[in-house]
C-alpha cells in the first residue's frame, strides 16, 4: 500500500480567482483619461464665461432722466438734464440740446438733435409777421411741396438771402415758417432756423433740413411740455 505523502499540497493563488487581462486595463485606463478630459472641457467652459461675463458689459436697463424744474424769463420750465449739454451760453439767453426722439419718438434718427434757444422778446417784428412783411419781397416766384404740408420758396439770388429757401405753413406762415441753406456745406446736410413767440419768450429752432417736416410735432411739444405749467 502505497505511504500517503506527509506535505499538503497548497492551491496556487491564481486558482478560484479572477484575473484581469492587459485589454482590460486598458480599457480602465482609457475611460480614466475620458472622464479628466470631459472634467478639464467643463471646467474650461465656465472660466471663459465667467470671463466673457465680467468682461463684457451686461446691457444696462433705460433709466428715467433726471428732471430739473427752472424759472426764465418768468416761465416756468421743466428740462431734462442731458439737454443742458451746450457749454458756452450767452446772457440772456437759455439753449438746450435735445435728441428729436425725445419729442417725436423713436421713429426718428436717434442721432437727430434740435436746439432751442429761449430769449426775452426784442422789438423787432414778431416771427409770425416776418415772412408777409420782410421775406415776402425777397422771394422768388417759384414754389413746390415740402415735408410736413409745407411750401417751400427759394430767396432770390439778389437778395440778403440768397442761397436760402423758406419753408413755411400756408398760406403765410404766421403758423411756422423756417428758412434753411439751399443745400449743405459738402457732405453735411442742409440746416434750418425757426423762430417762435410763446408764453413772453422768443423761442428759436434749429434742426436739420430733414427734420422740419416734424414741426407741429415740435410745436405741440413746447406749447404742452415745455412750456406748461408745471404742478
Request: glycine letters at 6%; aromatic letters at 6%; one cysteine or more.
Amino acid at each position: 500500500m502505497a505511504r500517503e505523502s506527509v506535505f499538503y499540497r497548497q492551491p496556487h493563488p491564481a486558482i478560484g480567482q479572477r484575473q484581469v487581462g492587459p485589454q482590460q486595463k486598458l480599457i480602465r485606463a482609457d475611460l480614466l483619461v475620458l472622464v479628466l478630459i470631459v472634467l478639464v472641457c467643463a471646467a474650461g467652459i465656465a472660466a471663459f464665461s465667467m470671463s466673457r461675463h465680467l468682461l463684457l458689459p451686461t446691457k444696462a436697463q433705460p433709466q428715467e432722466p433726471i428732471m430739473h424744474d427752472l424759472r426764465f424769463g418768468g416761465q416756468a420750465l421743466r428740462v431734462a438734464e442731458h439737454w443742458l449739454a451746450i457749454s458756452e451760453g450767452v446772457p440772456g439767453r437759455l439753449s438746450l440740446r435735445i435728441p428729436l426722439a425725445d419729442i417725436v419718438g423713436d421713429a426718428v434718427d436717434p442721432d437727430a438733435q434740435i436746439i432751442v434757444a429761449l430769449a426775452a422778446p426784442d422789438r423787432a417784428v414778431a416771427p409770425a409777421d416776418r415772412p408777409r412783411l420782410i421775406y415776402a419781397r425777397f422771394l422768388s416766384s417759384d414754389a413746390s411741396t415740402f415735408g410736413g404740408n409745407l411750401v417751400r420758396r427759394s430767396f432770390r439770388d439778389d437778395t440778403p438771402y440768397a442761397g436760402e429757401v423758406l419753408l413755411l405753413a400756408p398760406p403765410e406762415g404766421r403758423s411756422f415758417a423756417a428758412r434753411c441753406g439751399r443745400r449743405g456745406d459738402g457732405p453735411v446736410a442742409p440746416s434750418c432756423s425757426a423762430e417762435l413767440r410763446r408764453n413772453g419768450l422768443d423761442i428759436q429752432l434749429q434742426m436739420a433740413k430733414a427734420d422740419v417736416r416734424h414741426w407741429e410735432r415740435i410745436i405741440l411739444w413746447l406749447n404742452t411740455d415745455l412750456l406748461a405749467p408745471h404742478a
